[in-house]
């Protein structure tokens, strides 16, 4: 059941817990930053709060208390218990015994978190705020607008972000489903990817994207137009194909198994240098599916992240992949292990 403020009082004391008189001090100074170096060579910032900092606390509250309690776009997938990348994708999947190829699209939010800004976040949470004194209302709208952005924006890596980000989209699913139900198009949102799929071919036409582009405006966002992508007949996304099941691509499994052949080859000897990276990265540099690793928990983040895409695939797979996928991820937490072992004894 969703949950509304009704005052100033019940905000503090059912909300954020607390018994103070007036909204807490917040400092977007205790904001840390991190740059993340991703696969294309360009850097991201993600921001994360220290341990037990109140600002974290906050937000954790929000999220418990508030944010979570809010009904979300049957379109979402990503950021929403319950649902998973899977889930993502299962709508999509093509209809052996129908006469026609399937057709899909694959739409990219510009920016996706940073381009959510405060007024579009106050807009949408205005209505959970139904306090009667406007003064109230508007101070405590404006503290929490606050404790979830920074300079204006939704921070990526901020505990609330994610939820507020399904909150906002909440609108703009229901009206391209509306379009896509009254088209015969499937339609379903991970984040900022937007995945379409039908048999008409209205869906490869300019109309459906000029629609997006459209709603999206109105809520200043822009779509990334380097990343639009059609197919037909089967679709290849983030790893896995559609076709007429869902399955991992061979380029995916290629790679975890080209990193994997990699540190099966290194010795003990090897795990007891310096220069451990550096044979890592040496040995990987001619493989055209693998970049180098620009440090060895960049290495460890980077199995530890296979790792769970193939558990996560794993309940619903058949016996020969169930079989492999096993195996890969014994052979992924040998090394995530050995790895780490290596971290520590260099502390």
């Known amino acids: 059941m969703e ?11 059912n909300i ?24 294309n060579g360009k850097e991201r910032v993600v921001y994360t709060l220290p341990g037990g900092n109140i600002l974290a606390r906050f937000q954790e509250r929000l999220n418990r208390n508030l944010f979570n309690t809010f009904y979300l776009s049957d379109a979402a997938h990503g950021f929403v218990q319950g649902r998973s990348y899977r889930t993502f994708l299962e709508s999509h999947v093509n209809d052996p015994y129908h006469q026609k190829n399937k057709l899909f699209l694959k739409l ?21 705020f139904k306090i009667e004194n406007p003064i109230e209302k508007e101070a405590v709208l404006n503290w929490t607008v606050s404790a979830i952005t920074l300079d204006g924006k939704l921070p990526m ?9 399904n909150l906002v989209f909440r609108r703009i699913d229901a009206r391209i489903q509306k379009y896509c139900f009254d088209t015969n198009i499937e339609y379903t949102r991970y984040a900022d990817d937007l995945l379409f799929s ?22 200043e966002m822009e779509l990334n137009y380097n990343k639009i992508r059609r197919g037909i007949g089967f679709f290849s996304i983030n790893g896995f194909v559609i076709d007429d099941k869902i399955r991992l691509s061979r ?18 000897e090897d795990l007891r ?18 970049r180098k690793f620009y440090s060895l928990s960049h290495l460890n983040n980077y199995l530890a992240g296979h790792r769970s895409f193939l558990i996560a695939w794993l309940p619903n797979q ?13 052979r992924i937490d040998k090394h995530i292990e050995q790895v780490s072992d290596y971290i520590e004894r260099k502390k």
């Open 198 to 219: 039908s048999y008409r071919d209205v869906i490869h036409s300019e109309r459906l994207i000029n629609l997006i582009v459209g709603i999206l405006k109105e809520y």
């Open 157 to 165: 890596g901020a505990k609330t972000s994610p939820v507020i980000s």
């Open 16 to 39: 954020l817990k607390i018994s103070d008189q007036e909204l807490p001090k917040i400092e977007h100074s205790w904001y840390i930053p991190i740059k993340l170096k991703q696969l």
């Open 108 to 128: 990219d939010i510009k920016n996706f978190f940073p381009s959510i800004n405060e007024n579009i976040i106050k807009r949408t949470l205005d209505e959970y």
């Open 318 to 330: 058949q016996t020969s992949f169930q079989l492999m996928t096993k195996k890969l991820i014994q």
């Open 3 to 13: 949950k509304y403020v009704v005052s100033k009082k019940d905000f503090l004391r």
């Open 273 to 290: 240098q310096k220069n451990l990276l550096e044979k890592i990265n040496g040995k990987i540099v001619s493989n055209s599916y693998v």
């Open 251 to 268: 380029k995916k499994l290629k790679e975890i198994r080209s990193v994997l052949f990699v540190l099966d080859m290194l010795s003990k």
